[in-house]
């Protein structure tokens, strides 16, 4: 069965660091999928990025960047020069199978990050 | 552009009651549409998806149903809620194969008294 595991709860940060968010996820199958999602404070979750486990390149993307290693089962999120309008809960999810169906998505329990002014 | 609405944004029910929480997606056509339930400090949980009319599929045993009279309108129900049925309710939208790629509306909190 899949899991995925975000150990950090709460995270508070002072604008201007650099955070990351740690993800661990476990799966039996070969292919599979990871996602990140963002929920500000107004509720609706936002996709941020899609991975397939067959594409270990990091990626970034403005001030985000993720870290995709296979051989420690992570895929960590780091925001560069944090912001207030950063502050929000994050999501990872993992969706086993080679479609990455929503049907299969698999949600992290999520990490509550506050940036402080 | 697409969009997607939720209502009410906020519910207090008593034990017992009925619900119903709706959703609507504008500008698509065929959505697959999803009803989430993230209970407080938990990720969140697939309760139903449809991929049309009709047609519904249950992920979880419970009290709750769900129902698709419309292309574009997805109805969360119970006929008597339980305490346990508190939580922050998300439906969701995508198109095309089931991707994890989805779009959330506003959600709605509910709480049962």
């Known amino acids: 069965a899949q899991k995925v595991t975000q150990a950090q709860t709460e995270i508070s940060v002072v604008e201007k660091e650099d955070v990351t968010l740690d993800c661990v996820y476990e799966?039996?199958?070969?292919?599979?999928?990871l996602f990140w999602y963002k929920q500000p404070p107004s509720g609706e979750l936002v996709f941020l990025i899609r991975?397939?486990?067959?594409?270990?390149q990091n990626e970034i993307s403005g001030r985000y960047s993720w870290n995709f290693q296979k051989s420690t089962s992570s895929f960590n999120f780091t925001i560069t020069a944090s912001q207030v309008v950063d502050s929000a809960v994050y999501f990872c999810a993992l969706s086993e199978g080679p479609s990455g169906s929503a049907r299969q998505l698999t949600f992290g329990s999520g990490t509550q990050l506050t940036v402080l002014p | 552009s697409q969009t997607i609405h939720q209502w009410p944004a906020t519910l207090v029910q008593p034990v017992g009651s009925p619900l119903s929480l709706e959703c609507t997606v504008e500008g698509t056509s065929n959505p697959n549409l999803y009803w989430y339930r993230q209970a407080a400090g938990r990720g969140l949980q697939l309760l139903f998806y449809?991929?049309?009319?009709?047609?519904i599929s249950s992920e979880v045993p419970q009290n709750l149903s769900a129902s698709r009279p419309q292309d574009r309108q997805f109805i969360l129900s119970s006929k008597k809620l339980l305490l346990s049925d508190s939580g922050f309710y998300l439906c969701?939208?995508?198109?095309?194969?089931?991707?994890?790629?989805?779009?959330f509306g506003e959600g709605s909190r509910l709480t049962v008294l």
């Open positions: 449809s991929v049309g009319i009709g047609q």
């Open positions: 991975r397939n486990s067959f594409d270990e």
């Open positions: 969701a939208w995508n198109r095309g194969r089931f991707t994890g790629e989805l779009f």
């Open positions: 799966t039996r199958d070969t292919t599979y999928y």
